[in-house]
């Protein structure tokens, strides 16, 4: 953490990351960080491997740029699909990746029919 505060869960283990605190989650333990306040936050992430998670990141900007997500970072599910997390094995914790998998790909199709942005 640089900046700001961040609750986050690493398997079994829930806390508050404040600047300087760490975070190393092992490969394929569900793990999630999200706000802890409502001040700005500054933090530094690295993932290995990477796999699709750069492409990712500039899908979601794109659509970021193109006015598709909010001020909270949200947008329309169907076009935050064709931003691909799936590709970059982004999952939300304790549903199942297949399911996950399945409907990702589904509103990913789905979103590749609307107008916008799109590789």
Not at 22 to 39: L, Y
Not at 52 to 62: D, G, L, T, V, W
Not at 64 to 75: E, I, L, Q, S, Y
């Amino acid at each position: 953490m640089v900046s700001g505060s961040v609750r986050s869960r690493s398997g079994a283990n829930d806390r508050v990351l404040s600047p300087g605190d760490t975070v190393v989650s092992p490969p394929g333990e569900p793990h999630t960080v999200g706000p802890a306040g409502n001040a700005d936050v500054q933090m530094v992430a690295e993932l290995r491997p990477a796999l699709a998670y750069e492409q990712f990141i500039e899908r979601s900007f794109a659509l970021d740029r193109a006015g598709h997500v909010n001020a909270k970072g949200r947008g329309n599910p169907l076009r935050m699909a064709t931003a691909r997390p799936h590709e970059a094995e982004f999952f939300l914790p304790r549903i199942p990746i297949g399911l996950q998998r399945a409907l990702l790909l589904t509103l990913d199709w789905l979103g590749g029919r609307l107008p916008g942005p799109r590789d």
